[in-house]
Structure formats: C-alpha cells, structure tokens
C-alpha cells in the first residue's frame, strides 16, 4: 500500500465517526519501487490530497522532509520528493489503527485488509449454524 | 486492439480461489477500449477505482489504455486472494495499481466522495438463492447475485453516486435477468445518472451488457 492510498482509508467500524482519519501506522517495514515521475498526474491529484493527515502519517514513519503546508509555488524539486513520498514508499506489512475506536486493520505484502470483525464473525456465526444443524441430523 | 494483459503468473490452483477470467470479463475490455478516445480526452481520469477486481484483469488493461501512471487504479475485493493475485498481474504487465481487501468501497467513503474518475464493477450477478451471496467459498461469492442477481449489484448502486465525480463515468456488467431496464431507471430516478449501453453480447444463453452511467450535466 502506498502512502496515497493510505491518505483515502477511514476507520468505518459502526459509530465510528469522529477522530477516525488518518488511521495511525504501526510496526511498518516499507519498500521503494520507482515508478516514473509525472508532474501532471501529481498536481492533479494534490487537491484531492488530505495534506495535513499527510504530513502526520509522514512523520509517523519518520518522513519529515515535508512543510507543515502546502506551498504556493510548486517548483520542481517539491514534486519530485512528493512524488517519491506519495507514489514510490510501500508499506509492505503493519497495521493501521484508528485513533477514536482502536480498531486495527492489517497490511500483509502490501496489501491493507479493512474486513471488519462483523464481516469475519457474521461468516463465523455461518460456520457455527452449520455445525449446529449438522449435530442435530447426527 | 489492444493484447490483453498477460496471466500466465496464474495457476490452476489459483482459478481455485479466484474467478477466472471469462466472456463478461473480456466484454469490460471491449467497452472500456471501445471509449478510450472519450476516456481520455473528456474525462481525463485522476482516479479509477474497480470494485471486485478478481484477478486484476480490467484495472491492469485499463491502465496500459491510458498509460501507466498517469492515475491512481484502485482496486477492491473481498476476497484475499483475489486482491493478492490484483497486485500480481499489474506487476506481471508492468502496471501499477493499489489493491485493497474490502467488502464493495468500505474505509475509502468518505474520503472517495466525487472524486472516481472511472469506476468499474463486474459484479457477482448470477440469479442464486440470498444464501449463497453470503458463500464462504469465494469462487461462488465471486459470481452468487442472490435474487435476480440484484443483491451485491443493488448494494453497490447507491455508492456509484457518493463516488463518481462530476464528469465521471460508472461501467457496470450486467445480465438480462438483472433487469438491465429498471437498474437504468433507478439511477436516473434517484441519482439522474443518465445511461447507455455501451456494449452487449450472448455468451450461450446469457445475454451480457455493459451498462455506462454518467451525471446529468445541466
Ligand atoms: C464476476 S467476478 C469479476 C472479477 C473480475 N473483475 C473480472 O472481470 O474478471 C466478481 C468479483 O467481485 C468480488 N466480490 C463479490 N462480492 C464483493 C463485495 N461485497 N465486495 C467486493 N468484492 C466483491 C468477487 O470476489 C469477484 O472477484
Ligand atoms: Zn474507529
């Protein structure tokens, strides 16, 4: 997962609605891939960006080459350090926790699972109905 | 026509775990080539999430359409393994693209609202009984529709509009049993989408669509 995807996760767990974004990173062991620069694309996406969730998730992995605001005046070298920031780092294991519930959601080879526990124990509930049932047959 | 991305990472054993790309698959990829010049030049994507991706297929060909980095490709899927083999044939086709293991777009709403470029949605959409939406074996998740094969498809409709942006596209995959008709009417009613058919073929008994829904522009 790369940190841009990490800027569009909010904790969704039921009545889980205030302090819920960003969701904080914890034990993250990251990786560089080089993926070609494109100023364009990257400006495009600034707007949609959270900065401020940005610059706090950032520093958590101990990012801190970034201003506390975005810059008026977008120079180059601004973009490519964001580029290797947003684009290139991936979190390749860790977790992510909400900071109002706690509730933990998982990164395993890069990929973020954001199940919930109702999701998974609706389906546990499944299994157990069909081993009820099937007791009763026997 | 553009060489669809290549699978051969993909074993048999995988096809265990994740659905194997078929006739719906491959009519996606007509579609979205079919619009590529619009794609491109009217909606100039910065976003482009795909909802059950499977193997990875459509967002991987999407991506070499409109060139690889120049937007973000999510995909999501709630199956494990289907987001792991995603990420795998991106790779394999030189793609980058960013999976997450979610059921529909759960954990990216809010954030997401109006921001999806494209959204793309081969969903499950075989008539079964409610039951077997709910499977816990993911090849019969992946295609289990419930009652009219409505039950993901009508679950996902409502997110198509907190999503698409305003000059956004929404490709979903339908059948005829879907009733193609009074999905397009729902979203016009409730959300004015306006809508077309983009693309259609029968594939044995099944007739297969690719319904395109965009904002009212007025
Ligand atoms: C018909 S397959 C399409 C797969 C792939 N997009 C393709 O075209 O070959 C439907 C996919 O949706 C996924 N799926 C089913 N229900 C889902 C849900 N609630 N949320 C996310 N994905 C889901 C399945 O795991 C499966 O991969
Ligand atoms: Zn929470």
Redesign the interface.
Known sequence: ??L??H??????VKGCDSNN?PLRLFDVELEIHE??F?P??LQ??LP?L?WNAFISTANQIGITSLPQALPEEIDEDFLKNLHRIL?ETHIMQGKMVCSNCSHE?PIK????????NE?EA??EA??EAEVETEAEED | MLPTPNLDHITSNDYENVYEPAEDTFLFLDALENDIEFLKNDVNPCICLEIGSGTGCVSTFLGQLLGDGSTLLLCTDINPFATAITVKTAIRNSIHLDAITTNLTSGLLPRLYHKVDILCFNPPYVVTSSEDVNSKNFIERAWAGGIYGREVIDRMLPLANDLLSSNGVFYLLVISDNKPDEICERMWRDYKFQFKISASRLAGREKQFILKFWRNQT
Do not use: A
């Open positions: 997962m790369r841009v995807v800027n569009m996760l909010q904790c969704h974004f993926i070609e494109n364009q694309f495009s996406l949609k959270d684009f959601y080879e890069g990929i973020p699972n954001m199940l919930l999701e609706e389906e499944e299994v």
